[in-house]
């Protein structure tokens, strides 16, 4: 029922795009997703997947983020951006504004508030939207906080620190990857997770507006094509906007719109020469055009998304990784065999045994937790995540990311002082 749907992009480059739940708003489809995000998507959880039942006649949980595994302590600080050259793509009479979340390593601060993993209105903006899909949920779960501290001071004490941008799938808000992003952060690196306002399902505001999502459910092929080439130029040049904002965020300038002071020491703390991106399905779409599109970006990784643009013609000549589901690889997909020929940079491909498209988010973590709880069918995780464990997927996504970023920006030497659980695990495939 989840099962990834295909479709053509009938392009001057004749380029194929594999799409499924995360990348095209299709009819069934869209509705399943919209599903998925609405139950699920809201409550990275731990990395068991704990999901506490709450004494209750109606099933209930409280589901947790996972604990990140680096020895750094969390900052995190949301911004709202707006860049005054650029009319709304999606609606022209506004200028083009972003919320993104800079997560960093922070002093040891533990008395600063968590940051809530979603806002109360988010939340609700999906809850509203249950009895619409009919999806059987037979139960509550409450939402724990994230491990970032708000807005704490950065641990300037490490120096300079290297700087990785994470794009969503279609129509995801950022939140979708805090358990990756966390851990990164955890480990030394500052990530800037993004939302694609008005394309992303809701996108929360300081003054408390909640932006929705404007695009229309299209079926036809053409409108679909049309749909995913304008979000890829949009999330494109949402990016390359985003990595000015750092610029000059570097330089101490406060880029926020509504003026919201900077943590102490973050500016210090930015490594412009050492910039990485990943992103999730069309996320990591937009990691290739990126990088094709700006040399500011030195290496990326595609977390199951089917590539499209100008990159497909033209490869990159810096490392970039692809990580398939269990379903994808260039076998399967044409667009990756396209990317593959041309590209003259570094690569490597691997393929997540057991996973499904989606299984490159929270949602391989929080959707069998409801599951265990009895929120959800029993059956409903298999089929969104797949078979491989919670537990292992994160596990191995989280070292896989950090170990390529690692190497790219010198922190390792050579791929041969890894450790060894880096290069060598039956659940991570490499496809040569």
């Given at each position: 029922?989840?099962?990834e749907?295909?479709?053509?992009?009938?392009?001057?480059r004749?380029?194929?795009?594999?799409?499924?739940?995360?990348?095209?708003?299709?009819?069934?489809?869209?509705?399943?997703?919209?599903?998925?995000?609405?139950?699920?998507?809201?409550?990275?959880?731990?990395?068991?997947?704990?999901?506490?039942?709450?004494?209750?006649?109606?099933?209930?949980?409280?589901?947790?983020?996972?604990?990140?595994?680096?020895?750094e302590a969390?900052?995190?600080v949301?911004?709202?951006?707006?860049?005054?050259?650029?009319?709304?793509?999606?609606l022209?009479?506004?200028t083009?504004?972003?919320?993104?979340s800079?997560?960093?390593p922070?002093?040891d601060?533990?008395?600063i508030p968590?940051?809530?993993?979603?806002?109360?209105?988010?939340?609700?903006?999906?809850?509203?939207?249950?009895?619409?899909?009919?999806?059987?949920?037979?139960?509550?779960?409450?939402?724990?906080?994230?491990?970032?501290?708000?807005?704490?001071?950065?641990?300037?004490?490490?120096?300079?620190?290297?700087?990785?941008?994470?794009?969503?799938?279609?129509?995801?808000?950022?939140?979708?990857?805090?358990?990756?992003?966390?851990?990164?952060?955890?480990?030394?690196?500052?990530?800037?997770?993004?939302?694609?306002?008005?394309?992303?399902?809701?996108?929360?505001?300081?003054?408390?507006?909640l932006?929705?999502?404007?695009?229309?459910?299209?079926?036809?092929?053409?409108?679909?094509?049309?749909?995913?080439?304008?979000?890829?130029?949009?999330?494109v040049?949402?990016?390359?906007?985003?990595?000015?904002?750092l610029a000059?965020?570097?330089?101490g300038?406060?880029?926020?719109?509504?003026?919201?002071p900077?943590?102490a020491?973050?500016?210090?703390i930015?490594?412009?020469?050492?910039?990485?991106m990943?992103?999730?399905?069309?996320?990591?779409?937009?990691?290739?055009?990126?990088?094709h599109?700006?040399?500011?970006?030195?290496?990326g990784?595609?977390?199951?998304?089917?590539?499209l643009?100008?990159?497909?013609?033209?490869?990159?000549?810096?490392?970039?990784?692809l990580?398939?589901?269990?379903?994808?690889?260039?076998?399967?997909?044409?667009?990756?065999?396209?990317f593959w020929?041309a590209?003259?940079?570094?690569?490597?491909?691997f393929?997540?045994?057991?996973?499904?498209?989606?299984?490159?988010?929270?949602n391989q973590?929080?959707?069998?937790a409801?599951?265990?709880?009895?929120?959800?069918p029993?059956?409903?995780?298999?089929?969104v995540?797949?078979?491989?464990?919670?537990?292992d997927?994160?596990?191995?996504?989280?070292v896989?990311?950090?170990?390529?970023f690692?190497?790219?920006?010198?922190?390792?030497?050579?791929?041969?002082k890894?450790?060894?659980?880096?290069?060598?695990?039956?659940?991570?495939?490499?496809v040569?």
């Open positions: 029922m989840l099962a749907s295909r479709t053509r992009l009938n392009r001057s004749a380029s194929t795009v594999q799409t499924g739940e995360g990348i095209i708003l299709l009819g069934r489809v869209f509705r399943w997703l919209l599903i998925l995000l609405m139950a699920s998507a809201w409550a990275a959880v731990g990395v068991v997947a704990r999901a506490e039942p709450a004494p209750s006649q109606q099933a209930s949980a409280v589901v947790t983020l996972p604990e990140p595994t680096g020895s969390i900052g995190v949301d911004l709202h951006l707006v860049d005054p050259s650029r009319h709304d793509p999606y022209p009479t506004r083009r504004e972003l919320m993104v800079i997560w960093y922070a002093a601060q533990a008395a968590l940051r809530p993993w979603v806002s109360e209105q988010v939340s609700r903006a999906y809850s509203d939207g249950l009895a619409k899909v009919g999806l059987p949920i037979t139960g509550s779960w409450t939402l724990a906080s994230s491990h970032g501290r708000v807005d704490a001071a950065a641990d300037s004490a490490g120096g300079r620190r290297p700087i990785v941008l994470f794009s969503p799938g279609m129509g995801m808000p950022r939140e979708t990857s805090t358990a990756q992003a966390e851990d990164l952060a955890s480990h030394g690196f500052v990530v800037v997770t993004i939302s694609h306002t008005y394309e992303s399902q809701a996108t929360e505001f300081p003054d408390g507006r932006e929705k999502s404007v695009l229309p459910q299209v079926v036809d092929a053409e409108q679909v094509n049309a749909q995913i080439g304008q979000a890829i130029q949009v999330r040049a949402d990016t390359r906007f985003v990595l000015d904002q000059d965020l570097s330089t300038v406060d880029p926020d719109a509504d003026g919201h900077l943590p020491n973050l500016a210090g930015l490594d412009l020469s050492k910039i990485g990943f992103g999730h399905s069309l996320g990591g779409a937009t990691a290739a055009q990126v990088m599109d700006d040399r500011r970006v030195a290496a990784v595609d977390l199951d998304g089917s590539l643009g100008s990159v497909l013609t033209d490869g990159l000549d810096r490392p970039f990784v990580i398939g589901s269990a379903g994808r690889e260039r076998a399967q997909d044409p667009s990756w065999q396209q020929a590209d003259h940079g570094p690569k490597l491909e393929r997540l045994d057991g996973s499904q498209h989606l299984s490159f988010s929270d973590l929080i959707v069998p409801l599951a265990a709880a009895g929120i959800v029993a059956d409903f995780a298999a089929k995540v797949g078979t491989i464990a919670p537990q997927s994160l596990d191995l996504q989280r896989y990311l950090r170990t390529f690692d190497t790219t920006f010198g922190r390792y030497d050579d791929l041969t890894t450790p060894a659980t880096t290069l060598l695990h039956p659940g991570m495939i490499p040569p």
